[in-house]
């Protein structure tokens, strides 16, 4: 269900349903991916002017779409252990459920590279 203020068919509610699938597609509970959606196609309509309220922060800010996750697994930590535990299922490494963050990391760089 889009956020409030977003009425069914339109460009808003087919957006907030592609982000909550890639979301989902990516590993993310339900509740995580609508709220990722939902998060997304309000700082969309602000960027817009379709909103009543809008922060600073998303009418200046970079757009979400050409973002593009762009901030999410750069920097000093690099992606979350939940990211990588997501990708070493996708690609059935044995054990996983029992590694850290640097073994997780490791053997999905291994397997890529193989």
Not at 26 to 46: D, F, L, N, P, Y
Not at 99 to 114: G, P
Request: hydrophobic share 20%; charged share 40%; aromatic share 2%.
């Amino acid at each position: 269900m889009p956020p409030r203020g977003v009425k069914k068919g339109t460009k808003r509610a087919r957006q907030y349903e592609h982000v909550k699938r890639s979301e989902k597609q990516q590993g993310r509970s339900e509740g995580r991916a609508k709220e990722i959606a939902a998060r997304t196609v309000q700082k969309e309509r602000a960027r817009s002017g379709e909103s009543r309220q809008r922060s600073r922060s998303s009418t200046r800010d970079i757009s979400s779409g050409r973002r593009g996750g762009q901030r999410s697994g750069s920097g000093p930590g690099g992606r979350t252990r939940d990211q990588l535990y997501n990708d070493a299922k996708r690609l059935n490494i044995r054990g996983r459920s029992r590694m850290n963050k640097r073994q997780l990391l490791a053997a999905v760089n291994r397997k890529r590279s193989s």
